[in-house]
Nanobody, 123 residues
């Protein structure tokens, strides 16, 4: 099983940038698909971005496309989410996840989750 720990959240102004990190421990992390999800107060957890381990192909929610980038460093067992041009509606707790299912937009296809890191974007 893989264990995940996020870091890098914080308070940023509108149009600012943040880079979230997710450090993994456990075997075979490089063979897991990885994803980022977020949950705002009073809302359900929603998909943000994902990357397939087989091809490296990426998938983004429409709301973040062109602003966020997911990438991984398998040598460091770490996955990142670079967030640019942040908006107040991006405020949420961000979670990284790992799994082997192909429905990378679904929380049900991820088996390991981090504890979350808070991102707050002020207007």
């Amino acid at each position: 099983q893989v264990q995940l720990v996020e870091s890098g959240g914080g308070l940023v102004q509108t149009e600012g940038s943040l880079r979230l990190s997710c450090a993994a421990s456990g075997r075979h992390f490089s063979s897991y698909n990885v994803g980022w999800f977020r949950q705002a107060p009073g809302k359900e957890r929603e998909f943000v971005a994902a990357m397939l381990w087989t091809t490296g192909s990426t998938n983004y929610a429409d709301s973040v496309k062109g602003r966020f980038t997911i990438f991984r460093d398998n040598g460091r067992d770490t996955v990142y989410l670079q967030m640019n041009s942040l908006k107040p509606e991006d405020t949420a707790i961000y979670y990284c996840a790992a799994g082997r299912g192909l429905r990378v937009r679904s929380i049900n296809d991820f088996v390991a989750w981090g504890q979350g890191t808070q991102v707050t974007v002020s207007s």
